[in-house]
């Protein structure tokens, strides 16, 4: 939802708005949100990986880009579902809060995952979500007295999506499109209509025992919009007695982040430090992105599955 041609007065915000220039992130940042533990719940990209998890499940994230510079993004995300054991389903609802600089995303989404065993130990589910989307932007907060500044823009759309998944006790591969955009932008099309596009997600992962206490988890997502570069992500992580994980994660537009986990049946606490690679990245004048998140299950669900 990020537009990057905005004059902005503080000199924090300016300093982003040139490093945007530069650095040609703009495009990246078109992007539906990202975020780099998507290991260790992809239900916000893939709602059917929740039928997964036989419990309910409260999650949250937040995760605040370029930290130290004036209106760099910030993103809070909260998902929770519960299972519908009769049916091998599961329902819940994703809540988005995406802001950056004078722009503000906020997304709703409901969704229903169902889940079909091909075989003794495989499995194909599927997922479809509803929701709005609202966009808005308030330009006037720039300069009431500029005419270029004077019309803030509000949009809010209908939202559908769908996702399939298969997996068995140790791998999964996931198609989604969780934002399927069914109307134009309408006025807010001097965005370049990046706010209300279609997104797609292809991700995999698989977990493997390397000794009796200690197993890795590497994992790939693939993220693409039109207009915007194809985004590939790859990670890795270890987890000591299935309670510790260590690990890190990168992305081909120079981005790396180091991950730490701690597991437990119940409850769930990560966070992460992403960082640029490159000299011509944002991080590469040390400008990080912290995240954090937080999980609960709940109800008489069977023993955690390793894949989660």
């Known amino acids: 939802m990020k537009s990057g041609y905005m004059i902005i007065k503080n000199t924090g915000a300016t300093l982003l708005a040139l490093f945007l220039l530069l650095t040609g992130k703009v495009s990246a940042q078109t992007q539906a949100f990202s975020y780099t533990q998507y290991m260790d719940n992809l239900t916000p990209l893939n709602s059917a990986y929740s039928v997964l998890d036989k419990a309910g499940s409260v999650n949250m994230m937040a995760r605040k880009q370029w930290v130290g510079i004036d209106g760099s993004p910030t993103t809070f995300q909260f998902n929770g579902n519960i299972p519908i054991a009769s049916m091998g389903a599961a ?9 950056f600089a004078i722009e503000r995303q ?7 995952a169902k889940s079909i065993q091909l ?3 495989d499995f194909l589910a599927v997922s479809l979500n509803a929701g709005i989307r609202n966009y808005r932007a308030n330009y006037s907060s720039l300069d009431a007295n500029d005419p270029v500044f004077t019309n803030d823009v509000r949009q809010t759309k209908p939202n559908l999506g769908f ?4 997996y068995t006790d140790w791998y999964y591969v996931g198609v989604s499109v969780p934002e399927l955009t069914i109307t134009s ?3 807010a099309s001097v965005q370049n209509n990046r706010n209300f596009i279609n997104h797609y997600y292809f991700t995999g992962a698989f977990i493997k025992d390397i000794s009796e206490d200690i197993q890795v988890k590497p994992s790939i997502l693939f993220s693409y919009a039109r207009g915007v570069p194809l985004i590939t992500d790859f990670s890795s992580m270890f987890y000591l007695k299935e309670t510790l994980g260590l690990g890190a994660t990168y992305r081909l537009n120079s981005e790396m982040a180091g991950i730490i986990s701690f597991n437990f049946t119940r409850f769930h606490l990560g966070y992460s430090y992403q960082f640029g690679t490159s000299s011509e990245n944002l991080g590469g004048v040390n400008i990080p992105t912290h995240e954090v998140t937080i999980g609960y299950r709940f ?10």
């Open 106 to 112: 906020t997304e709703v989404n409901a969704y229903f």
């Open 91 to 99: 329902a819940g609802v994703i809540v988005l809060n995406d802001q």
């Open 299 to 308: 109800g008489s669900g069977a023993v955690k599955p390793k894949l989660l």
């Open 185 to 187: 932008l309408g006025t």
């Open 119 to 121: 075989g003794q130990k």
């Open 163 to 166: 996702a399939v998944m298969y």
